[in-house]
């Protein structure tokens, strides 16, 4: 019942409005239906460990479409069509919500396993990378430990975190809000000790805001941020590109050695949290279009379109420098 739902803290439906008393379309009662079933049966194998909703185990197709009176194809058909996702993607993100809520209330990482119903360690760190976007473990220590000073500062585009452990810059985003940023970085390390203070945070936030007017091309500077063992050799790798130049997804997947894993570049990229200094707006998709940005297509373009005219002008400098040395 929708009551029992959200007395459990589940926010309704957006889709099916279970709430609703209007007369619906039997097909999208057919999908509600469905989901009930999977989320009752990931919360019951939740309860005795046993992480039965794998796929191939009892809620399959066949079984959900008889429940519905439908056959698996046009279970899954009409699935995709009303949620935009398959029954087994929604079990997937069902369990890995479960598991999410289970390590923040600092749960080990066993224990939020099986009682988020997956039935294997292996299963769950298939899925960790591109759905946790760490191991469990980081995933739960969520900053644990770390004590981040930031200030937020004016810039060419827009307002700029910085923030710092004393070992390197954990956090540098860009946006319009204070609020909203400061928002971002306690959402990244929810369990880091976070203070606004700027003391000792001068030198880099000026090394960055030279860099972002064209001053100071070379931004090295140290970085503290957790991250998988994948994600960072994405990040050392977006550091090599030059200033004023692009790379492909698919060019910095070959580098790094791993030439199928563009998606898992693409994810890297998005999720980057020290912005600039890992210049992740450098990659580009295979037709030279802009793809997402985390901190909006239109900064993407601004820093691009900066980076090359700066570029350019760099390059004319350097070979009328050339020239005149050489008729002298």
Sequence with gaps: MPEAAEQKGFRACRRCHPRATRLRDPLT?????????????????????????EGETRLTLNAL??????????????????????????????????????????????????????????????RAPSQLGMTPATYRQGGAGMKINY???????????VGATARGISALYLGKVDVTLESALREEYP???????????????????????GREPNLDLPTDV?????????????????????RTYSQVAQAIGKPRAIRAVARAC???????IVPCHRVVRQDGNLAGYRWGLD?????????????ESRASSAKKSGGTKAQS
């Design 226 to 246: 957790q991250a998988t063992a994948f994600r960072r050799r994405v990040w050392e790798e977006l550091r090599k590109i030059p200033y004023g130049a692009t």
């Design 29 to 53: 009662e057919a999908v509600a239906r469905v989901c009930r079933a999977i989320e009752g049966q990931i919360d019951a194998d939740g309860a005795n460990g046993s992480g039965v909703v």
């Design 299 to 311: 900064r993407k373009q601004t820093l691009l379109e900066h980076e090359s005219l700066q570029g």
């Design 270 to 276: 998005a999720t980057n949290p020290v912005s600039v």
């Design 151 to 161: 200030t937020v500062v004016s810039s060419p585009l827009g307002r700029l975190l």
């Design 65 to 126: 479409g008889a429940l519905v009176g439908l056959g698996s194809y046009q279970l899954e058909r009409t699935f995709r069509k009303v949620m935009g996702i398959s029954p087994r993607q929604y079990a997937d993100a069902q369990r890995m919500r479960r598991l999410k809520s289970k390590l923040k209330k600092g749960d080990d990482v066993t224990t939020a396993l099986y009682d988020a119903g997956f039935g294997s360690s292996s299963r769950l760190y298939e």
């Design 191 to 213: 369990r880091a000790e976070i203070r606004r203070d700027r003391n000792g945070l001068e030198g880099w936030v000026k090394q960055i805001l030279e860099h972002l007017r």
